[in-house]
Structure formats: C-alpha cells, structure tokens
C-alpha cells in the first residue's frame, strides 16, 4: 500500500464526514470536540453484587469529577522518583510555561542530580534534592511546598506517595499504574475527596494522536452508536530484567512472580473507556472474565541470559505470559483487553472501536464505515 496516498484519501474522508477538520486539529488535547454538559452517574459500588470487596463509602464522601482548583499563575512542581519515567517528566515540566519545578527527591542521589542538571540547563535554577531515603519526600513537602507533585517512585510506592502528597497540601499526578489493589484505590479516592486535591493518572497513551483522532470522530457521531471496542498492550520488556540491581526491571520482575492476570491494563484500556465514555455518564465497567496463559517466557529467558544461581532462577514465575480479558458494560457493551510483556511479538495497543457506522482501528490505522469507505 502506498502510505502518503491512503493517508490523503483517509484525510479526504474524514474531511468530508467530519465537517473539513483540520488534520492538525487532533494532537491537542484542548482541542478535541468537549462533551455536552451532563449529570454524571456512578454506580454504588456496594450494590455491585456478592462477589465484591469494595470498601462503604465514606460519611460525606464528595465525587472530584467536577472539581476545579483555583488558578495559579505558577504551578510550583515536585518529583519522587526521577528513574527511566520521572525523568522524562522532569526534561518535559522544565520548558512549560507557567511551571516551575521546585524539588527533586529519589533514593540514587546521582539519579536526582542529573535531572537537577536537567533544570539548571534548561532555566538556569537549579532545584534542591532529596536522597535520605524512601520518605524523604515528606522532608521536600515540608521544604519547598510545591502545589503539585509527579509521583513515579516503584508500583509499591504510588499509593503511599500519592496520598501522603494530597495530604500535605499539593495535587498529585502519578504514573501508571495507580496503584496495585482496590484498597490501595479506594485509599486514593477517599483520601482526594478529603483533601480536595486533584489526583491523575498519568495515562499518557489517552493523549496520542491517534487516540486523540478516533475520540473526535466518536464524539461526533461518525462511528454511530458505540458498541464493542479492542485494546491491548502487548509490549516484549524481558530486557528489562538486565536491570536486576537497579532500574525497573530491579523491582516490575518481582510483580510478575506475586500475581497473574493483566498487570498493566490502562495503556489499551484508558483509550476505548475514554471513546465510550465509561464512568463519566450512564455507562460503567459491569462484569469481566479472565484467562492467562501459562507462565514460561521469563523463566525461560533468566534460565538463558542468567547464572543458575541468580535470584531471577529462584522466582516461581506465576503470571501468565499472555492475558485476555472481556468486559461487559453496565449497558452491555464489550471490550477486550489483552497483555503481554513477554512473548516476542510485535508492539501493539490494538486501538479499536466499533459502532453501528464504522469502526476505527490502529496499529496500524484503519477505517471503514458507511462515512469512511471501505477501510483500504
């Protein structure tokens, strides 16, 4: 296929379906057509049914849906942990206008001194670090009050980090996965709607271009009634485990011995819950099954590129390979989600949603539809 000539006549399309949108229009997020103003439902998660665990709701208990924080003219900014992840957000904060990033708190001190290196090279202040162990972030609370906080310390860590932060007065904006346990969830909830902090996940595929695209298309009827969407994150990340003293890879291999099942859902997930609205109005995650393969990739690769006697060979390897889920919707919707950070295959996040019009896939871009042509 001719690439530059699809992606013309792809462009012609949705030029015609959509009203002439700009191709340029959909990689801002402010941008993107808004919602109409709505009530916003959530369903009590104590009728959910006998097989739940979800804690009661607290007295008083106030949804942050609609919550809006009073302006700042400066946004003063911290970080805990500044490994591969907050690293990049530092590089990213230091040249937005309006921000100023005030204190930088990690356990390896040459790691917090090359993104404080980062700033002072990029806006000539350097900021203080904080290297005295894993709860010397409250000491940068105390210090420098910043107004907001990027949490990206170890998965153990977020909800720790990120509920302590809320609480001693900035917004906090941590990286995925949230946390690592309904109750580690709740505790995120509760503790925002008592604080009256704002609290993000930081699913940062939700803002690609192509997510982007298809959540304007959406939003403007092209595709028709949503009925049925496709994610995934299917990502090989064995090397990872080279980072055995060190890294990511030093503590994320641990969570594939302790647990099975989808430990990294929101890459693929975060988009089509976005494209259907999910939570936001009638809609809501309802039932969901389950299945992972067996476990053999990562036992099978520390048994080639690591002595017998290396802790990665003294793991029971527990979490499937490969893991495929569908959810049911309150209003009987589906999606399949699907994981794999281990099998040798191509990088995909599948990115696909279907309505009664047409359906708008990804990896690589596709549409077809009564609007759109026949998806060549």
Known sequence: M??????RRFLQTLGLATGALAAGSFANAQEVAPLAPRKITIPDPNNIGPMTTWPPRKPGAIYMGGFRAPKLDKVRVAFVGVGERGSMH???MAVIEGAEIVGIC??????????????EKKTGKRPPIFTKGPEDYKRMMKEVKP??????????WHCRVTCDVMKMGAHAFVEVPMAVSIKELWEI???????RKHCMMMENVNYGREELLFLNMVRQGVIGDLLYGEAAYIHELRGQMKQAERGTGSWRTYHYAKRNGNVYP?????????YMNLARKDDCFGRLVSFSSPALGRAAYAKKNFPADHKWNKLDF??????????????GRTVLVEWDETSPRPYSRLNLIQGTLGTLAGFPTRVAGEKLGNGN
């Open 2 to 7: 001719d690439n530059s000539s699809s992606r």
């Open 90 to 92: 530092v590089g990213q």
């Open 318 to 331: 527990a979490c499937g390979d490969m893991n495929t889920s569908i959810i049911k919707t309150t209003m």
């Open 266 to 274: 929101t890459h693929g997930l975060g988009p089509i819950a976005q």
């Open 147 to 156: 107004d907001a906080v990027i949490v990206c310390p170890s998965w153990e």
């Open 106 to 119: 990690d356990l390896y001190e040459d790691w917090a001194k090359r993104s404080a290196d980062v700033v």
């Open 189 to 195: 909830v509760d503790t925002s709607e008592e604080t």
